[in-house]
């Protein structure tokens, strides 16, 4: 059932821990060594080089979900068959982690006081209570069940049946079977998303021996855009399942596309390999233009996305940023999926670069509609980059209940009226000058409910273009110091809300006047009490946004 994972295992689960990103499919699986409740001790490393996938279910010994999954018998069923003596084959190895420090043997046995029941009478695989090994796996919420696969590659695969289980092996893990296989691991150690430059790239990847015999030599072949770019010839000593990570370096594309680049490997021990099947992998990497283009206004309006000159980086293969028809206009919205991104996840919408050389002043303004599962903690950061994202610096970030805009809900989000948006404001006033500056939105999954972007603005004046056709203001005394009038003008009757916010976006002040005629007004703010500095006063209406600043002193 969705969302079972994030009930009350991750509120109360990882309260007294330490919360992770959960970890990422393709990453490698850290080493550990652990004493089931029988004295046995058992190293991963040693089980994957026999050649063994391993099944790790991450659980706590009070945990519903997990309980339910455990009396399910999935994991029973699949070492019955597939384990050390299994009845079909003896090719994999599956543990119990009881991922909770707190927990007790009493309480696996269903006789402490904290438990759903007996965790070890009828469960054939180990048990290891060591809440070390789940923080060493980086697990956010119970139960997490992982496979890893002999060349150390690790992937969630949630609470399957037995079968299914087993097909995760056979569809993900590659197994030594030739005597000389050479691969290119699903692990990129830099590709897991899509890279992005202005310039040249470091490309690493892994090369992996998925031969019996020990792996000397090899040839591995960069091709970029089809064309073959760098080649290397490479010599050293693996055995089998074992790997290195290697770097191209220097690696140039075309300016303002996505390149597309192919890992090719061959040759093993000068000879043929033996298993083509694992011989390559695809990825891409983006080179940005070297020039900023105009600020953006961006509606979402057209079907396509990303839209044209922005850049979507999606830290895995899960759900991403997409375009939603659920926008505060009617036009559409960039959409997160946050319902159904694993926890950790990471993905990236990036605006075009652009030229804030020739403004006096600007600002970011966008439109957000965000409800949280629970008390699920999704997060959204807004960065800022001016060396071509060498580095970047964090100017909006607010998770949970501070990212949300209406109430929580356990279906999947989609806004449906307007006051489930939030109009939000970053200002960008210490970037003037810089012609090449790039902003991104960064969502980080905490597996909790949707969250929509829409009016993506970046400019001085206003945040719908054709706002300024309906409405237009001024403010005086402006710098102000008790009161500051804003005086403004409709062209036709509408709803007028007037709001100030802080340079880092905090809203400090909001009037509301429903139905004003078309025609002169006035409202007045007082900023008596306002911290000396730089605030944005916004005004709104059903077309939009105008905005400029007020100086408090």
Known sequence: MKKLLLSLVALFALGT????????????????????????????????????????????????????????HALEDLYAAHGPTG?????????????????????????????????VTGTPYPIIDDA????????????????????????EVGQLTATALYNQRNSNCSFATSTDDAGITNSFTALNGTLATCDVVDLDYRLCNYGTSPLTSATIDLTVNGTVQQSYNWTGSLNTYNSEVLTFSGVTGTPGTTNAITFTVSNPNGNTDGNSANNSRNASFITYPLVGGPAVNEAYAATAFPPSGWYLLNGGSSPTWTRSTAGLNGAGSAKMDFYNSPSGDQ?????????????????????????????????????????????????????????????????????????????????????????????????????????????????????????????????????????????FTLDSKDDVTVEVFSKVGTLVYSNTAASLNAGDHSFSIPVEGFAKGLYMVNIRTSAGSVMKKLVVE
């Not at 652990?34 to 058992?42: A, C, E, H, L, P």
């Not at 982690?97 to 309480?107: I, Q, R």
């Not at 070390?132 to 992937?155: E, M, N, V």
């Open 87 to 119: 009845t079909t084959s003896q090719d994999v190895m599956v543990f119990f982690v009881e991922g909770d420090a707190s927990t007790t043997l009493a309480d696996l046995q269903g006789t402490g006081g904290n438990t759903q029941g007996d965790w």
């Open 347 to 487: 993905d990236i919408l990036q605006l075009p670069a652009m030229d804030l050389s020739g403004l006096s002043d600007a600002v970011l303004t966008f439109d957000l509609a965000h409800a949280r599962y629970g008390s699920s903690n999704d997060n959204l950061k807004i960065k800022i980059s001016t060396n071509c994202g060498t580095t970047w610096t964090t100017l909006y970030n607010k998770t949970g209940a501070a990212l949300s805009t209406t109430a929580a809900s356990t279906a999947s989000f989609t806004p449906s009226n307007a006051a489930q948006w939030r109009n939000e404001i970053v200002s960008l006033s210490n970037y003037i000058g810089n012609d090449n500056v790039f902003i991104k939105f960064e969502a980080n999954s905490n597996y909790g409910n949707n969250a929509y972007v829409d009016n993506v603005n970046v400019s001085f004046n206003t945040a719908v273009g054709t706002v300024t056709k309906t409405i237009s203001f001024e403010v005086y005394p402006n710098p102000a110091s008790s009161v500051a009038s804003v005086d």
């Open 132 to 155: 070390t090994i789940g923080d060493a796996l980086q697990i956010s919420y119970f139960p997490t069940i992982y496979i890893i696969c002999p060349d150390r590659i690790i992937k």
């Open 17 to 72: 821990a330490t919360v992770n990103a959960q970890m990422a499919a393709g990453n490698i699986a850290p080493d550990f060594t652990g004493t089931d409740i029988n004295g046995n001790t058992w190293n991963l490393y040693s089980l994957l080089d026999q050649g063994k996938t391993v099944y790790i279910d991450v659980s706590a010994t009070w945990c519903g979900p997990c309980w339910n999954y455990h009396n399910g």
